[in-house]
């Protein structure tokens, strides 16, 4: 079967022979490795899974595994994600240019996922962390002729493997420390250990959770994947640098002292803050999605830190909150993340187009896609009735009752962490309002666009499964309460937690406060029937009108030009805080020849790049480029001048020596 598809940037049409058998393997195998990780880690989070060790399959070592119920949560997680990927990318991978390497690689992606927190020693967890870096780092360079892709896989590498080193030596030091390979044996270690080991987790894990200043992969990496391999990467691989934070530093080595909380705020709320505020003004759908992802794990380490300060300050209720909103956000922006990445991928399939300027009007060509991109932006917006919403109202709540007597520090950080969960959260309204109407709604802006088709059946499945999993998370959060209870009996900070009532009714444990989202969607739809019976009343006892078409300023018709751009969409909001964006804009006016007084076009331009890429990485790209350069200068190919950097060499360790 022969299949012409553009699944790229505009212009990159190609024609591909589809590989059916190829793909439903694929997906079938990921779908089973998916449906195999929730039943191990809902297992492993309400019971026991045995522990295992296979000697033979890596030589010396061995592989040990031992699933905590904080893994078995994780694993959890992780499976529910490849199921959805699982079922979509049957029909994706069918239109994809996809070959053998990249169908077989999709789930080894997933089992190595699933391996990480299965992981019961420090080698094992090593070889797992690696495995899954490697794979997916092919599956970015799939498209590797373009050269977005190779870019950013280059990216991805440099920053994976720098992060991996920091994992390697914290690891590595705090295995020496307690005498002991295996986690669950590690106890008594030294304060100062306990620190270094903290602050290289958090450059390393940090860096995968996509945590500033070691982000820059991310938006890019996650754009120029294929979409599966973003849904994956986005909404399950970067949970595992949260992962990796709890259960060294705030499980392992906690309850942490107060510093440990307020570092993990200040670098969550910035975080969270900054991708917000690149996805405001993201033109790019992808892009926009990957920093929408940088946004939600701010969040995470924020909600984390909040948790370790107020234990640390004796506020443990306030503390059990916020724990409980770090791993409820972990599972909503699960679910609605790899939808907003699925539907974009169903959008990117059959337009060739991310470019939000050049979409709109995708809703009549793509319904069930638009309700399904609409439902995952409402749960990255925070708002009511949305995925988000439930787990960051708990993130304020901790704040704001966290009253520990006679705590200068939790009286100064609390407001900040409450401020800027509000900032996020509104600017977070306006990228997904910028996304869904721009993108979806209105008059279409290309022809591309305007000739879109909707997505394949198998792909629907996929994204009706994750959208369920939004509105249940976000209607029905009580559904996780006994996973929550859980895993959190597990943790320092929450040991002590009692969710018995986050019910129907969610009542904060040990604090007064409730709400009810089942409540509100029940008051909604109520609403909803009421204006459209009113509505339909009014309309069978109006008087006949005259039909006429809308006003257009004086113009024949309604046009695509007379919409909002994403660009324009934005531009406010880029002039507000032109300061941090330092964007790139300009406008070219060309005039007719023969007068000076006549416009003939006006261009306006904008860019903004990564801010903190260019004033950071820049530097020591330069740097390390110019250092490069002086050794190749050295290496001039004569046979004595080498023969002189040997003696030379030994000269100097024989000095050492000495």
Same mark, same amino acid.
């Given at each position: 079967?022969?299949?012409?598809?553009? *699944?790229?940037?505009?212009?990159?049409?190609? &024609? %591909?022979?589809?590989?059916?058998?190829?793909?439903?393997?694929?997906?079938?195998? &990921?779908?089973?490795?998916?449906?195999?990780?929730?039943? @191990?880690?809902?297992?492993?989070?309400?019971?026991?899974?045995?522990?295992?060790?296979? !000697?033979?399959?890596?030589?010396?070592?061995?592989? !040990?595994?031992?699933?905590?119920?904080?893994?078995?949560?994780?694993?959890?997680?992780?499976?529910?994600?490849?199921?959805?990927?699982?079922?979509?990318?049957?029909?994706?991978?069918?239109?994809?240019?996809? $070959?053998?390497?990249?169908?077989?690689?999709?789930?080894?992606?997933?089992?190595?996922?699933?391996?990480?927190?299965?992981?019961?020693?420090?080698?094992?967890?090593?070889?797992?962390?690696?495995? +899954?870096?490697?794979?997916?780092?092919?599956?970015?360079?799939?498209?590797?002729?373009?050269?977005?892709?190779?870019?950013?896989?280059?990216?991805?590498?440099?920053?994976?493997?720098?992060?991996?080193?920091?994992?390697?030596?914290?690891?590595?030091?705090?295995?020496?420390?307690?005498?002991?390979?295996?986690?669950?044996?590690?106890?008594?270690?030294?304060?100062?250990?306990?620190?270094?080991?903290?602050?290289?987790?958090?450059?390393?894990? $940090?860096?995968?959770?996509?945590?500033? /200043?070691?982000?820059?992969?991310?938006?890019?990496?996650?754009?120029?994947? /294929?979409?599966?391999?973003?849904?994956?990467?986005?909404?399950?691989?970067?949970?595992?640098?949260?992962?990796?934070?709890?259960?060294?530093?705030?499980?392992?080595?906690?309850?942490?002292?107060?510093?440990?909380?307020?570092?993990?705020?200040? %670098?969550?709320?910035?975080?969270?803050?900054?991708?917000?505020?690149?996805?405001?003004?993201?033109?790019?759908?992808?892009?926009?999605?990957?920093?929408?992802?940088?946004?939600?794990?701010?969040?995470?380490?924020?909600?984390?830190?909040?948790? &370790?300060?107020?234990?640390?300050?004796?506020?443990?209720?306030?503390?059990?909150?916020?724990?409980?909103?770090?791993?409820?956000?972990?599972?909503?922006?699960?679910?609605?993340?790899?939808?907003?990445?699925?539907?974009?991928?169903?959008?990117?399939?059959?337009?060739?187009?991310? !470019?939000?300027?050049?979409?709109?009007?995708?809703?009549?060509?793509?319904?069930?896609?638009?309700?399904?991109?609409?439902?995952?932006?409402?749960?990255?917006?925070?708002?009511?009735?949305?995925?988000?919403?439930?787990?960051?109202?708990?993130?304020?709540?901790?704040?704001? =009752?966290?009253?520990?007597?006679?705590?200068?520090?939790?009286?100064?950080?609390?407001?900040?962490?409450?401020?800027?969960?509000?900032? &996020?959260?509104?600017?977070? %309204?306006?990228? +997904?309002?910028?996304?869904?109407?721009?993108?979806?709604?209105?008059? /279409?802006?290309?022809?591309?666009?305007?000739?879109?088709?909707?997505?394949?059946?198998?792909?629907?499945?996929? +994204?009706?499964?994750?959208?369920?999993?939004?509105?249940?998370?976000?209607?029905?959060?009580?559904?996780?309460? !006994?996973?929550?209870?859980?895993?959190?009996?597990?943790?320092?900070?929450?040991?002590?937690?009692?969710?018995?009532?986050?019910?129907? +009714?969610?009542?904060?444990?040990?604090?007064?406060?409730?709400?009810?989202?089942?409540?509100?969607? %029940?008051?909604?739809?109520?609403?909803?029937?009421?204006?459209?019976?009113? @509505?339909?009343?009014?309309?069978?006892?109006?008087?006949?009108?005259?039909?006429?078409?809308?006003?257009?300023?004086?113009? *024949?018709?309604?046009?695509?030009?007379?919409?909002?751009?994403?660009?324009?969409?934005?531009?406010?909001?880029?002039?507000?805080?032109?300061?941090?964006?330092?964007?790139?804009?300009?406008?070219?006016?060309?005039?007719?020849?023969?007068?000076?007084?006549?416009?003939?076009?006006?261009?306006?331009?904008?860019?903004?790049?990564?801010?903190?890429?260019? =004033?950071?990485?820049?530097?020591?790209?330069?740097?390390?480029?110019?250092?490069?350069?002086?050794?190749?200068?050295?290496?001039?190919?004569?046979?004595?001048?080498?023969?002189?950097?040997?003696?030379?060499?030994?000269?100097?360790?024989?000095?050492?020596?000495?």
């Amino acid at each position: 079967m022969t299949t012409t598809f553009t *699944d790229a940037p505009a212009g990159h049409s190609v &024609t %591909v022979r589809g590989n059916t058998i190829g793909a439903f393997t694929a997906g079938a195998v &990921t779908t089973g490795l998916g449906v195999s990780g929730i039943v @191990a880690g809902l297992t492993g989070v309400f019971g026991a899974l045995p522990r295992a060790r296979v !000697d033979w399959l890596v030589p010396m070592i061995g592989v !040990d595994l031992d699933v905590s119920r904080l893994g078995a949560f994780f694993i959890a997680l992780t499976g529910a994600v490849a199921v959805i990927v699982g079922i979509y990318s049957i029909g994706y991978a069918r239109r994809e240019q996809w $070959g053998t390497v990249a169908l077989t690689t999709l789930p080894v992606f997933v089992g190595a996922m699933l391996l990480v927190p299965a992981a019961g020693s420090v080698t094992t967890f090593l070889l797992a962390w690696e495995l +899954m870096a490697l794979s997916s780092f092919i599956l970015l360079a799939t498209d590797h002729r373009r050269s977005e892709v190779r870019c950013a896989a280059q990216y991805y590498a440099v920053m994976t493997q720098l992060g991996f080193v920091a994992i390697l030596l914290a690891l590595v030091v705090l295995a020496a420390a307690a005498g002991t390979n295996r986690f669950a044996d590690m106890a008594g270690i030294p304060d100062g250990v306990r620190t270094a080991v903290f602050v290289l987790t958090l450059l390393g894990f $940090g860096s995968k959770a996509g945590l500033l /200043p070691l982000h820059a992969w991310l938006p890019r990496a996650h754009p120029e994947a /294929p979409s599966p391999a973003s849904a994956l990467m986005s909404a399950a691989m970067v949970n595992l640098g949260i992962y990796g934070l709890i259960r060294v530093d705030l499980q392992l080595l906690g309850p942490g002292p107060r510093w440990w909380g307020v570092a993990l705020l200040a %670098v969550g709320a910035v975080t969270a803050l900054y991708g917000v505020l690149q996805a405001s003004v993201a033109a790019d759908l992808k892009r926009l999605l990957g920093f929408s992802t940088i946004e939600n794990m701010g969040l995470v380490t924020l909600a984390l830190g909040a948790a &370790t300060l107020l234990s640390a300050a004796g506020a443990a209720a306030a503390a059990v909150i916020a724990m409980t909103a770090a791993l409820l956000h972990l599972a909503a922006h699960a679910a609605f993340k790899s939808l907003g990445f699925l539907a974009a991928g169903s959008v990117l399939l059959t337009t060739g187009l991310r !470019d939000l300027d050049k979409l709109g009007g995708l809703a009549r060509k793509m319904p069930y896609t638009t309700a399904f991109f609409g439902i995952a932006a409402l749960g990255a917006s925070g708002l009511p009735l949305g995925a988000g919403f439930v787990s960051e109202w708990l993130l304020v709540q901790s704040l704001i =009752h966290a009253r520990p007597e006679h705590n200068t520090v939790v009286g100064l950080v609390t407001p900040l962490g409450v401020g800027a969960v509000a900032l &996020t959260t509104g600017l977070g %309204v306006a990228a +997904m309002v910028k996304a869904f109407g721009t993108g979806f709604l209105a008059r /279409p802006r290309s022809e591309a666009a305007g000739h879109a088709s909707e997505a394949s059946p198998s792909m629907l499945a996929g +994204m009706a499964v994750a959208a369920v999993g939004c509105v249940v998370v976000a209607v029905a959060p009580f559904v996780v309460t !006994d996973t929550l209870q859980s895993v959190l009996d597990t943790l320092p900070a929450s040991r002590h937690a009692d969710l018995t009532g986050l019910g129907p +009714m969610l009542r904060l444990p040990g604090i007064n406060g409730s709400i009810a989202p089942g409540l509100l969607a %029940v008051a909604l739809a109520l609403a909803v029937l009421i204006v459209l019976a009113l @509505a339909r009343w009014g309309s069978r006892h109006r008087p006949d009108s005259v039909r006429s078409p809308l006003w257009a300023c004086g113009a *024949d018709e309604l046009s695509s030009r007379m919409e909002y751009t994403a660009t324009s969409f934005a531009q406010p909001l880029q002039r507000v805080f032109d300061d941090v964006l330092r964007p790139d804009t300009g406008i070219e006016v060309a005039h007719l020849e023969h007068t000076r007084y006549h416009v003939e076009k006006i261009a306006y331009h904008a860019e903004v790049s990564d801010a903190i890429e260019d =004033h950071v990485y820049a530097p020591v790209l330069r740097t390390v480029a110019g250092f490069a350069q002086a050794v190749r200068s050295a290496h001039n190919g004569s046979v004595h001048l080498y023969l002189g950097y040997g003696a030379l060499g030994v000269l100097i360790v024989l000095i050492v020596a000495r």
